[in-house]
């Protein structure tokens, strides 16, 4: 039987790599509930990038696809206590009790941000840990983790690594 709540950083989610193609992820998952398109600017080539993210509600999953990377499915976003990360659930727990439970898995250094809600009425605090070597983000919402967002790993800045 397929795994699909494993998270695995820098490879994806139990049995789907990055690099899946829309149909491949379809036939893991299921037809999305939405599939939302937005544009931006590449600053360096300065071209209109077209993006897609897909939303399965049920599943409290999001599925990432950019045009550069020819719609291969580029980053994963999990808020669901269904997932875990090494075996562990980490929803629901406090910043520091996820970072001491990462770190025997090799998680050292991070990058702390604060997110700013200001468009919520009585917003909540929210902050981003970021470990970068991993491309994997924590957030947290009220000193609790809300979301989980990982992407393949990159060689160096124009060299993605796909998972075989």
């Not at 997932?83 to 050292?108: N, S």
């Amino acid at each position: 039987m397929a795994n699909f709540t494993e998270i695995i950083p820098g490879i994806g989610l139990g049995d789907l790599k990055f690099g899946a193609t829309f149909q491949q992820v379809r036939n893991a998952l299921g037809e999305p509930d939405d599939i939302g398109k937005s544009e931006f600017d590449d600053e360096e080539s300065g071209e209109v990038i077209t993006s897609e993210m897909w939303t399965w509600a049920d599943l409290d999953l999001q599925a990432h696809f950019d045009e550069d990377d020819n719609f291969r499915m580029g980053m994963l976003s999990a808020s669901s206590s269904i997932y875990t990360l090494f075996g562990m659930r980490l929803f629901g727990r406090k910043e520091a009790e996820v970072i001491a439970m990462l770190q025997p898995h090799g998680f050292g250094a991070y990058e702390e941000e604060e997110i700013d809600f200001e468009d919520e009425e009585n917003a909540p605090e929210g902050k981003i840990l970021a470990f970068n070597d991993k491309e994997i983000e924590f957030w947290f919402e009220n000193g609790k983790l809300t979301e989980i967002q990982w992407a393949p790993l990159w060689a160096d800045d124009e060299t993605c690594i796909w998972p075989e």
